[in-house]
Each structure stands twice: as structure tokens, then as C-alpha cells.
């Protein structure tokens, strides 16, 4: 699976629009960008996923750029729930591990 | 539908004690796993069962078994508990519909070996 890069930290206002970035300039033709986030002391929660389409769901909207290389994760209207720390996963399907590899992630701060 | 189920929740041992973490499923998945976290890090694989009669090893086996006793449960366990794997245990099963493929996790097991 490809590697991702995230920032470590972001921080957003409660109510407005959290942008969170992720690099995946190694990706192949066949592997999706999945993310997950992880509230304090819970399991990690699947949010959204796409392979090179934008795509939006109850919980967010995924970006990925043309050439695939980066894509953004948006909170439309950040809440203090969202604090959490965001996975940006590129994995392909089927793949032998069938495993998920969490790196560092981005830990958001959503403020008042 | 409960989801994913882990017991217990904290569990606290001594060098070379032996316990069973204990893990169920009530959504029909095929594949289920077992990750640690330590802190401030990502989660790394133990074991993973693709099907229930299966099991593989995943990054950090060493020091763990696992049964795949049906399709809803998989345990994992510690014949010899050990400082190193102070650590929290998520349980996991995996959903594969066409694309959609999503992972969903238990609530953890908090391990304290002394």
C-alpha cells in the first residue's frame, strides 16, 4: 500500500469548514484513499473513502485531485465532537494483508 | 446489532500471567482482526482471520495466539503476559460490499502488564 503524509496537528473553529490534507504521491491505479478518524479512547470510526472521484456522505466530502497524488478531507461544519485524530489510508483492495495501516495521523482541535 | 463487542474492557496482570481477550461480531463478517495501539502511535496488526477457520499473522505476532472460534468471535491470547504488550487492543471486522470496504472496530481493551 502506498505511504501517506499528513500534517501532525490542525486546528479549527467550531462551526466553520476543517480542511484536512493528505499527500499520497505513490498511489496506484487500483488502490483507493480511505479515511478513518479516532476519537479519544474509542476504536477508529470509518468515515468516508473514493477512488478518483470527489464524493460526499453525511459525515464528509472527499477531494482528490486530478493526477491523484493529494487529496482533502472536509468537515463541512466542524463541532467539538469532531476532535479526533484523522487516518488518511491508501489501500487496494483485495490486497494481501487485508489489513488497514494507520499512520500518524492529523490530530484536529476544534475550538469554541 | 451490538456491532463489534470486546471484553474486558481493563484488564490489569502480572510478568507471565496468561489471559484471553475475548471479541464477537453480530454483522455477518467473514473477516475479523486484532490490532494494538500504544500511545501516541497508529495501530499495528496482530492476527487476522479472513474466514472463520483462519488465521494469519499480521506486523507483531510474537507473543500472541488467536482462535477463530466461529464466525462471530476471535480471541486473542497472551500465554505469558509480558510489560511490552501494556497496550489497548482493538478488535475489528471488515464489510466488503464491491468497492466499499470498511473496517469497524470494538470499543478496546485497556492492558496493563506490571
Known amino acids: 500500500d502506498a505511504k501517506t503524509t499528513q500534517p501532525t496537528s490542525m486546528d479549527c473553529a467550531e462551526g466553520r469548514a476543517a480542511n484536512l490534507p493528505c499527500n499520497h504521491s505513490t498511489i496506484s491505479g487500483n488502490e483507493y484513499v480511505y479515511w478513518y478518524r479516532q476519537i479519544h479512547s474509542q476504536g477508529p470510526q470509518y468515515i468516508i473513502h473514493?477512488?478518483?472521484n470527489n464524493e460526499t456522505n453525511e459525515m464528509a466530502s472527499l477531494i482528490i485531485t486530478e493526477d491523484r497524488k493529494s487529496s482533502t478531507l472536509i468537515l463541512p461544519h466542524a463541532t467539538l465532537r469532531d476532535t479526533a485524530v484523522y487516518y488518511c489510508?491508501?489501500?487496494?483492495?483485495?490486497?494481501?494483508?487485508?489489513?488497514?495501516?494507520f499512520g500518524g495521523g492529523t490530530r484536529l482541535m476544534v475550538k469554541p | 446489532n451490538a456491532g463489534v463487542t470486546q471484553n474486558p474492557k481493563f484488564q490489569v496482570l502480572k510478568t507471565g500471567q496468561s489471559m484471553t481477550l475475548q471479541c464477537a461480531q453480530d454483522?455477518?463478517?467473514?473477516?475479523m482482526y486484532w490490532y494494538r495501539q500504544d500511545p501516541g502511535m497508529g495501530l499495528r496488526l496482530i492476527y487476522y482471520?479472513?474466514?472463520?477457520?483462519?488465521?494469519d499473522k499480521g506486523e507483531v505476532p510474537n507473543g500472541y495466539n488467536v482462535s477463530r472460534l466461529n464466525k462471530r468471535e476471535f480471541s486473542l491470547r497472551l500465554e505469558s503476559a509480558a510489560p511490552s504488550q501494556t497496550s489497548v487492543y482493538f478488535c475489528a471486522s471488515r464489510s466488503w460490499i464491491g468497492s466499499m470496504e470498511t473496517q469497524y472496530f470494538g470499543p478496546g481493551t485497556r492492558l496493563l502488564v506490571l
Open positions: 489510508i491508501v489501500r487496494a483492495l483485495n490486497n494481501a494483508g487485508n489489513m488497514l495501516t
Open positions: 473514493g477512488l478518483k
Open positions: 482471520s479472513a474466514s472463520e477457520g483462519t488465521t
Open positions: 454483522m455477518n463478517h467473514n473477516s
